[in-house]
């Protein structure tokens, strides 16, 4: 038995081939994602002087303590915490409500599955377009629905802007919100639902009771994901308000942004978005942690 | 209270074309283990769902009771369903699952305390309750199963093959515990199962369906003495009846149907034959022989372990030892007494 006689040898081979094989995968792991984020932390050790020319000097977390407790950063990190609240909720919630109006066995439902689940093949770009056209003041349709023609319109509005570009996040987040709660619906044992139907429980109980629990697995990563992505946007914000009017659609992911790109201040840019990194990852393990608690997963041992 | 259950010229469409149900007509008394028995696609599980309001019938009346039930919920229907893949709440621990029915009713938290208890004792819960589905073997999910359905104590049980994901010889110990919960109850109990043996030794009557058509309906003797036609003749037995032309047992223009223990290996029988097959299940044998040597039509004959049984190959001499059954060659149907 050879392979007991040499073991050292032929692990050390197998050692070597499993290396040589994750090398490719690890190498642009680290172009990609290791290298910029240690170079962005270590950028965030350098304040640039406010005069172009002058060499950056290094601070150490001094520039850390500065930006984050500075309203530059706590008042995009305000408005990026209201977006999320504005779409998650909602685009999960439509998507639910979407999701079971469409298992419904009616004639012709299949074109109403089609539309539903229709946005996801429109990018940011083009919703963004779309509603830009729709939302503008003196040729758009909203404001020739609402009479107001020539104002300032509603993206130009403080109060309104932000809550008009979550609705347009939300809606072309809708198809793809839609196409994941069908999946976890139709994923249900129909015997349980039986089950439940005998057992007394129909309609809202039923609902809350059986199938939200069976589902709260999909529900628990839409959440996660709708939280990340919620944080990441900046598409929509570039296109439709850059951020305005006056700072009020100014979330973090725009002002880190317009801090690198326009002030080409790389050490205070570059400080948020190591902050961000930290708020999304402490998020998520929050969201492990606490509400998954709540989520089931059928393969439990 | 058991309820009588019964369907009445009830039939089953799905679409223009899949007739699943024709014109079934079937009760259930008060207090009796019926059994509907088919083969798959027989629509014995469309009948249970009929009667548990999961699935409308496309004409006839379904009572339970006296009352007609066609237009009844099934949460109002008083029936309790177990299902062949147990359908449990999975996000929920045995108790819970259990009381899920009585809190959909309402019951009060002290009734429901003790309706859990008693079942859960009955079942050899006990030491469950606090487990999720996925934590307990199979044979416990079908406890937990029956344990929801026994809480309620519904009107009528309508079990949908509540054995067949179990092991041989958990279904064995399961069949006795069910048999023993009907007697102890005294409550209707519709069980839908293809399994002839189960069938015959827990049904108090067995009703047999063939592609939506009832075929016969008695008690488990009646169905295997008598049976009403060559299909129900084959389905009911094991090894299944043998059905052979008549002119070979000296009944010419039927389907003679010999039961295999009916049929024995004697010198000077009418019948020659050549052994094709022997198998040896230990306290006894399945001969199976070809009449009239190769190539003729097979008989399988049932003989007591206590003899030596004969070779592949050997040529033997067949006899007609206890009934002989008589079915129309064309329709099927039993012909005589």
Redesign the interface.
């Known amino acids: 038995m050879p392979t007991r006689r040499h073991p050292s040898r032929y692990r050390r081979r197998d050692a070597l081939l499993a290396y040589a094989m994750i090398l490719p995968a690890f190498a642009a792991f680290g172009v990609f994602v290791f290298f910029p984020l240690v170079r962005t932390v270590y950028l965030g050790f350098y304040r640039v002087p406010p005069f172009p020319g002058l060499p950056s000097r290094y601070v150490g977390f001094s520039q850390y303590a500065t930006v984050l407790s500075h309203s530059q950063f706590l008042e995009p990190l305000w408005l990026s915490t209201l977006f999320v609240l504005f779409t998650v909720p909602t685009g999960i919630l439509l998507g639910l409500g979407m999701a079971v109006a469409a298992q419904r066995q009616l004639a012709g439902i299949r074109i109403f599955r089609t539309i539903f689940s229709s946005t996801i093949a429109t990018s940011v770009a083009v919703a963004s377009v779309i509603f830009f056209t729709l939302l503008d003041p003196t040729s758009g349709l909203f404001a020739y629905w609402l009479g107001e023609r020539g104002g300032t319109g509603i993206l130009g509005n403080p109060t309104l802007a932000l809550p008009a570009v979550a609705a347009v996040t939300v809606w072309q987040n809708l198809g793809f919100s839609f196409i994941l709660m069908s999946a976890a619906l139709s994923s249900v ?1 129909e ?2 639902l ?9 309609g809202w ?1 039923r609902f809350a ?2 199938t939200v ?2 589902i ?1 697995p999909t529900l628990f990563f839409a959440g996660i994901v709708g939280v990340i992505s919620g944080f990441q946007s900046f598409g929509q914000i570039d296109l439709l308000t850059q951020g305005g009017p006056n700072g009020h659609t100014n979330v973090l992911l725009y002002q880190i942004y317009t801090t690198f790109y326009q002030d080409a201040d790389t050490g205070t840019a570059a400080v948020m978005a190591v902050a961000l990194f930290v708020i999304l990852v402490l998020l998520t393990l929050a969201q492990f942690t606490v509400v998954q608690r709540r989520v ?1 997963y ?4 | 209270m058991a309820s009588a259950v019964g369907l009445e010229a009830v039939e089953k469409r799905y679409g223009a074309s899949t007739l699943a149900l024709s014109s079934l007509t079937l009760r259930a008394e008060a207090g009796e283990l019926l059994v509907l028995l088919g083969p798959s696609g027989c629509g014995k599980s469309t009948a249970l ?1 009929i009667v ?3 699935e409308r019938p496309t004409s006839g009346t379904v009572r339970i009771g006296e009352r007609i039930v066609n237009d009844v ?3 109002d229907r008083d ?3 177990v ?3 147990y ?5 929920l621990t045995v108790r819970k699952n259990m009381e ?2 009585l809190r ?2 309402r019951v009060p938290a002290a009734e429901r305390e003790r309706r859990v208890r008693e079942a859960a004792r009955a079942l050899h819960l006990e030491d469950l309750l606090d487990r ?1 589905p ?2 307990l073997s199979g044979g416990q999910r079908q406890r937990v199963a029956l344990a ?1 359905a026994i809480v ?1 104590d519904p009107a009528v049980y ?1 079990m949908d093959e509540p054995l067949s994901n179990l092991d041989a010889r958990l279904r064995v110990e399961m069949r006795a515990e069910l048999i023993e919960l009907h007697r102890r109850s005294g409550t209707t109990i519709v069980y839908v199962t293809h399994d002839q043996v189960e069938a015959m030794t827990m049904g108090d009557r067995v009703a047999i369906l063939r592609e939506g058509v009832l075929q016969q309906v008695g008690t488990p003797a009646e169905v295997h003495d008598r049976p009403a036609n060559s299909f129900v003749a084959s389905f009911i037995g094991s090894p299944p009846m043998n059905l052979l032309p008549g002119e070979l047992l000296g009944e010419p223009g039927v389907t003679a149907g010999v039961r295999p223990e009916d049929l024995a290996i004697e010198p000077g029988g009418p019948v020659a034959a050549r052994v094709s097959l022997v198998e040896s299940l230990g306290h006894e044998h399945h001969v199976a022989c070809r009449i009239g040597g190769d190539g003729g039509p097979l008989a399988i004959v049932r003989i007591p372990a206590a003899g030596r049984p004969p070779l592949p190959g050997d040529e033997v001499r067949l006899g007609v030892r206890g009934a002989l059954h008589r079915f129309d060659p064309a329709t099927g149907e039993r012909v005589g007494r």
Do not use: C, N, W
């Open positions: 044992p015997e349980i039986d089950a439940a139907a005998v057992d007394g429980a129909t109980r009771r059986v629990p069976l709260s089931f059928a393969d439990e041992p | 769902r548990a309001g999961l919920e099934p949460k029936v309790a369903m299902f062949q893949s359908a449990l709440y999975p996000h899920f029915p959909s009713r999720r996925a934590q929801r309620r309508l």
